[in-house]
């Protein structure tokens, strides 16, 4: 399995439109001030070409929004963002090729930040798949570039020229973690280290228009990573879905395994195919793990796309229980995402290794914000 762990020490954005407001986290705050063992912030970005709001300029300022956050949560825990292991995953944060078109996409990047369009309250977007505010939300130079991308990637599979907002997601937040400690003496949470670019999730099939989406974000290298494509994507052939998995040394004798992932929202029995190709690979992959270390942690995260309230969820608590997991955050009345119909619900989760949940831990609401239909969830753990 190839390794794509980059240390990022490009210049990333200074501004940021529609940024997080500060929100006191809820839910179980009884760690001490002490250093947690894990701190995880996962995110559903809303990066959907044609769909969300400045598709091609959006998605790329979200990694800022989430670093900001997740220091948020800590300061209002009243804890250092020094972890053992502090983790940031996204999803739907699509590349897809552009080829020659490659310099438009910047171009319409630029006149995007510039003069961004604002669909959608200040809260949250209007429902993701409303087709008629398609062209209020990308605008006719956004709409061409995005066009002209597809109809690249379609007919030349091959095309040099990725358009990938996960490096400039990457790269902000690798240039925020070397600013100065805060005014109450901690330092920013960093996370330099990125496991899901140069390409490592994007298919070559005509069909297969975007890649996976999905980024992960650590303060510390992993040791081995990749990513493996979904069996069963029936619903969504367009998009290249799978997981992202990567290694992080704890200690001599200890793993961590970080797996994150996006499955379908076209029905239960799509996904239910997913999570049974997703269970054999991690348990072929602690397996693994374990012929050289004495144990492994598991952190499971992302847009899981089951309702906490739905009877699927059992199912879901079933396969996560399998794999010796606990979930470890708890979303209030609103959910983690807004349907196109305006309905909330809980789709996006953290599941953790008992080894983790035996100390203590918190969840932590985060805000709302116009960057995403959903918000970012996040936990800090402490082990026992």
């Not at 972890?83 to 020659?100: C, H, K, M, N, T």
């Not at 003496?185 to 228009?209: E, I, N, Q």
């Not at 974000?217 to 990513?227: I, M, V």
Request: net charge positive; proline share 5%.
């Amino acid at each position: 399995m190839g390794r794509q762990h980059v240390p990022l020490l490009i210049i990333g954005l200074t501004g940021l439109q529609g940024g997080p407001t500060r929100s006191a986290p809820i839910g179980i705050p009884v760690l001490d001030r002490a250093t947690p063992s894990l701190t995880i912030g996962s995110w559903n970005v809303w990066g959907m070409p044609y769909i969300s709001t400045n598709a091609i300029s959006r998605t790329g300022i979200t990694g800022l929004a989430a670093q900001r956050q997740l220091t948020t949560a800590l300061e209002g825990l009243d804890l250092d963002g020094n972890a053992d292991l502090s983790l940031l995953v996204f999803q739907e944060a699509w590349a897809y090729r552009s080829g020659p078109s490659l310099p438009l996409a910047s171009l319409t990047r630029y006149m995007e930040r510039k003069y961004p369009r604002h669909v959608g309250s200040d809260a949250e977007p209007s429902g993701a798949k409303n087709v008629g505010v398609i062209p209020r939300r990308n605008g006719a130079l956004g709409l061409l570039s995005l066009s002209l991308s597809a109809v690249i990637g379609w007919t030349l599979p091959f095309s040099l020229g990725l358009w990938d907002p996960k490096i400039e997601i990457a790269a902000s937040v690798a240039s925020n973690a070397t600013r100065s400690a805060n005014p109450a003496g901690r330092k920013h949470v960093g996370h330099p280290f990125a496991v899901g670019l140069d390409s490592l999730s994007m298919s070559l099939k005509p069909h297969k228009l975007v890649d996976s989406g999905l980024l992960i974000l650590a303060n510390k290298e992993a040791e081995d990573s990749g990513f493996t494509p979904y069996q069963c994507t029936r619903g969504e052939a367009a998009a290249n879905k799978g997981f992202l998995w990567a290694v992080y040394p704890t200690t001599a004798s200890l793993a961590t395994l970080v797996v994150t992932t996006h499955v379908s929202d076209e029905g239960a029995p799509e996904r239910a195919l997913q999570f049974s190709q997703l269970g054999r690979a991690m348990s072929s992959k602690i397996a693994e793990i374990e012929l050289t270390r004495r144990g492994v942690r598991v952190v499971l995260a992302g847009d899981l796309n089951t309702r906490s309230d739905s009877d699927e969820y059992a199912a879901l608590a079933r396969f996560t229980a399998g794999l010796g997991l606990i979930r470890t955050t708890w979303a209030d009345r609103r959910g983690t995402m807004k349907s196109p119909e305006l309905e909330y619900g809980e789709i996006d989760y953290v599941f953790v290794s008992e080894a983790y949940v035996q100390g203590r831990n918190a969840t932590v609401q985060l805000p709302w914000t116009r960057l995403s239909d959903h918000r970012m969830i996040a936990a800090v753990v402490r082990a026992g």
